[in-house]
């Protein structure tokens, strides 16, 4: 089983400042993806990056995803305070064989 | 317009069942892979399960192995989650997402690189006697 840690657990930032945020499987698979996805409170998560660099429809490129193999990056290049919230990676099979989420990393105004 | 709409929760006692729906609108719904992704109250994401395009392939996680099934019907532009023996941690929003499929030539098979691209609003299930 793979599993996906976050870190930090919680990040606090001011609007403007640039957010990293680390994704690390306990393993690298091959023919697999990572994707992340933002929520906000009472809402559904969206997608805002899929096999690990490629953008979601309508999503800024201030956005931008990285890595390989085990670890993985989300960057926020310049915060906007509607970016504050929270963020997942999904590791996902290309053959719908296995899904699994990271614990999440909040993203808070400091 | 496209979107994803859950119906189907409620309060359910503990060892009961009860089936979520799943209705589409406003794109192919018989080309996309569907999931159930749920999240507990105050914690995160926990993917549930997953069906083919065509419903010929299905995976749960292995907390609702044996216990769920999941189908879908395609002139209906429906999915469904089966949910029996209900435990008290199945409590959750439960989210039904899509995720596009593209054929790969080398491989000669659909592949699913897009992630879950579009999600519902979620439907709440209370597990309690």
């Keep these: 089983e793979i599993v996906l840690t976050q870190s930090p657990g919680t990040l606090s930032l001011s ?3 640039r957010a990293t945020l680390s994704c690390r499987a306990s393993q690298s698979v091959s023919s697999s993806y990572l994707a992340w996805y933002q929520q906000k409170p009472g809402q559904a998560p969206r997608l805002l990056i899929f096999a690990t660099s490629s953008r979601a ?7 931008s995803g990285s890595g390989s193999g085990t670890d993985f990056t989300l960057t926020i290049s310049r915060l ?8 997942y990676c999904q590791q996902y099979g290309n053959s719908l064989t296995w899904n699994t989420f990271g614990q999440g990393t909040k993203l808070e105004i400091k | ?25 406003g794109f192919t719904f018989s080309a996309s892979a569907m999931h159930w992704v749920r999240q507990a109250p105050g914690k995160g994401l926990e993917w549930v399960a997953v069906i083919s395009y065509d419903g010929n392939n299905k995976y749960f996680a292995d907390s609702v192995k ?3 099934t999941i189908s879908r019907d395609n002139p209906q532009n429906t999915l469904h989650l089966h ?22 030539i080398l491989s000669v098979s659909y592949e699913y690189p897009y992630g879950l691209d579009l999600w519902g609003h979620g439907t709440t299930v209370t597990v309690s006697s």
């Design chain 1, 80 to 87: 906007q305070p509607e970016d504050f919230a929270v963020y």
């Design chain 2, 83 to 104: 949910m029996n023996r209900l435990r008290s941690e199945d409590a959750a929003i439960y989210y039904c997402a899509r995720s596009q499929r593209r054929y790969d």
């Design chain 1, 15 to 17: 609007p403007g400042e």
């Design chain 2, 1 to 25: 317009q496209v979107y994803l709409v859950e119906s189907g929760g409620g309060v359910v006692q503990p060892g009961r069942s009860l089936t979520l729906s799943c209705s589409a609108s």
């Design chain 2, 66 to 68: 044996g216990r769920f």
């Design chain 1, 57 to 63: 429809t309508g999503i800024p490129d201030r956005f």
